[in-house]
Structures are given as structure tokens and as C-alpha cells.
């Protein structure tokens, strides 16, 4: 596609429950970056994937939270029984290896209550 | 750990004023990159300066890494509402693994 594709846009969801996002990069583009923006603080780096492997993990705030990628495209970034600190905008990026600059979609906003 | 440090945190300016954003980081930067953030947009990247002393320009908006290449600025002329929105700097660590400072946000007043 023309750009990065995140959905859902909004997510509203129950303290408890798991919750799947997905990503769909820039066609061509190897390299897969999920942040976290939570209000007032920067962007914090989750996870990254080359290619479908993720050479460091080590962003992942807890074992709740897992991220897959497959066929070297999309990924999904699951969060199992989320909690009220889950709550922020969580974005992906990707990349192509020749590039200089990172493309962002446009987040999905995740709501714990 | 390396952390970036956004001034000012937030801007109000009137249309029409000049006004600069800094980036300061904590050791030498690698890759300074400046990125714009509207809401439901996404984070749009503006530009990219690697070498000491560089300076690119985009439309009205000059980024600049100085020569030790530990801080950078952007400078917005003659800013206009377009130009509202949050202004973050991000840094390469290596492994295409980039991090950010707080952001800037820019208001303009028409």
C-alpha cells in the first residue's frame, strides 16, 4: 500500500481481556517497528522485526505482550489481559533497508477501563 | 542509556513569527532525525542529518546538527497554522532501533 496501515483505529476494551492489532507495512519494506506513546511521555520502542524475526525483544514492557509477523509483512501485536497501564497510542513504523527515513501509520489508540 | 531532551516542551507563537525547537542529547548522536506528529496523521518524517554540522531545509523548516553532533535544532520562518502539531526528534542506536524525546508541541495562533 501507499503507506503504513494500522487497525483498529480505537480500541475501547475491559481490564482482562487480550486485545490483537495489526500492522500493515509499506509493501517492500523489511524492517517492522512497534512504539508505545503513552500520554505525556515519549514514544517507547517495543519490538522490532527483520525480515519475520525479531532480534530484540527486549522492549516488551511484560510477558503479556507478544508480537508476530508473518510472511514478512504483517504483524500483530497482541497484549493478553491488558491492564488500565496498557492504555496508549500504540504505533508502527517500517522501514526498507536502503531507507533513510521511518514510515509511522497512524496508531491505534487503546482505552483499558 | 541515551536520552534526548526536547525544548521547549510546548510553543505558542503568533503566525507569522520565527521559532526554534532543540534536541539535545546526552552523547554523540548518530542520526539525528526530526519527525512531525498530527493527530490521526501518523508521525510524518521532515529530515534526517547524520554529518557535523549539517543543515537541511524543507519548505520553511531548517534542521541543523551542530559540529560536536550531541544537539540539533529546527527552526520554523515565518510559521503558519499548518506548521501546528508535535515536533519530536528521534535518535538512531544502532540495529534500526530509533528513540525519541518527549516532542515539542507547536501551536500557532492565527
Known amino acids: 500500500g501507499a503507506g503504513v496501515s494500522q487497525s483498529p483505529s480505537n480500541k475501547v476494551t475491559e481490564k482482562g481481556k487480550d486485545v490483537e492489532l495489526r500492522c500493515d507495512p509499506i509493501s517492500g519494506h523489511t524492517a517492522l517497528y512497534w512504539y508505545r506513546q503513552s500520554l505525556g511521555q515519549g514514544l517507547e520502542f517495543l519490538i522490532y522485526?527483520?525480515?519475520?524475526?525479531?532480534?530484540?525483544k527486549s522492549g516488551l514492557p511484560s510477558d503479556r505482550f507478544s508480537a508476530e509477523r508473518t510472511g514478512g509483512s504483517v504483524s500483530t501485536l497482541t497484549i493478553q489481559r491488558t491492564q488500565q497501564e496498557d492504555s496508549a497510542v500504540y504505533l508502527c513504523?517500517?522501514?526498507?533497508?536502503?531507507?533513510?527515513?521511518?514510515?509511522f501509520g497512524s496508531g491505534t489508540r487503546l482505552t483499558v477501563v | 542509556s541515551q536520552e534526548l531532551e526536547q525544548s521547549p516542551q510546548s510553543l505558542i507563537v503568533q503566525e507569522g513569527k520565527n521559532l526554534t525547537i532543540n534536541c539535545t542529547s546526552s552523547k554523540t548522536l548518530y542520526g539525528l532525525y526530526w519527525y512531525k506528529q498530527k493527530y490521526g496523521e501518523g508521525l510524518i518524517f521532515l529530515m534526517m542529518l547524520q554529518k557535523g554540522g549539517e543543515e537541511k531545509s524543507h519548505e520553511k523548516i531548517t534542521a541543523k546538527l551542530d559540529e560536536k553532533k550531541q544537539q540539533s535544532s529546527l527552526h520554523i520562518t515565518a510559521s503558519q497554522p499548518s506548521h501546528a502539531g508535535i515536533y519530536l526528534c528521534?535518535?538512531?542506536?544502532?540495529?534500526?532501533?530509533?528513540?525519541f524525546g518527549t516532542g515539542t508541541r507547536l501551536t500557532v495562533i492565527p
Open positions: 513504523a517500517s522501514s526498507s533497508i536502503l531507507g533513510v527515513g521511518y514510515t
Open positions: 528521534g535518535a538512531d542506536k544502532g540495529a534500526n532501533n530509533l528513540f
Open positions: 522485526f527483520q525480515g519475520n524475526s525479531a532480534p530484540d
